[in-house]
Nanobody, 127 residues
Framework: QVQLVESGGGLVQPGGSLKLSCAIS????????MAWFRQSPGKEREFVAA????????IYADSVKARFTISRDNAKKMVYLQMNSLKFEDTAVYYC????????????????????WGQGTQVTVSS
């Protein structure tokens, strides 16, 4: 059983920064691909960023590239999303997701590839 718990969301002004954290609780010593998705009211959940089991293979949605950075600490079983230069359109519930079958390939941006999900953390960008 895998449990993902997000934290770090909140209210921030445009141009500001936030760092989201995702704590992974599982029974395996393997690290697998992890991702962040987000969902705004009335919209489908969309891909934001993903990272392979190892650092160095990260992918991003075009809308967040150069502003957001995904990282992980496998020893602590944590995944992070550093969000800079936040815009109004970044307002959403952000979800951490795990692809427990992917421990040896590049990460995916396909939502259906992820089998474990957190409850989400709200990020609101407002002046």
């Amino acid at each position: 059983q895998v449990q993902l718990v997000e934290s770090g969301g909140g209210l921030v002004q445009p141009g500001g920064s936030l760092k989201l954290s995702c704590a992974i609780s599982d029974q395996t010593t393997k690290s697998y691909a992890m991702a962040w998705f987000r969902q705004s009211p009335g919209k489908e959940r969309e891909f934001v960023a993903a990272i392979a089991w190892y650092e160095g293979s990260n992918i991003y949605a075009d809308s967040v590239k150069a502003r957001f950075t995904i990282s992980r600490d496998n020893a602590k079983k944590m995944v992070y999303l550093q969000m800079n230069s936040l815009k109004f359109e970044d307002t959403a519930v952000y979800y951490c997701a795990g692809d427990s079958k992917n421990w040896n390939r590049n990460p995916s941006r396909v939502i259906n590839d992820y089998d474990y999900w957190g409850q989400g953390t709200q990020v609101t960008v407002s002046s």
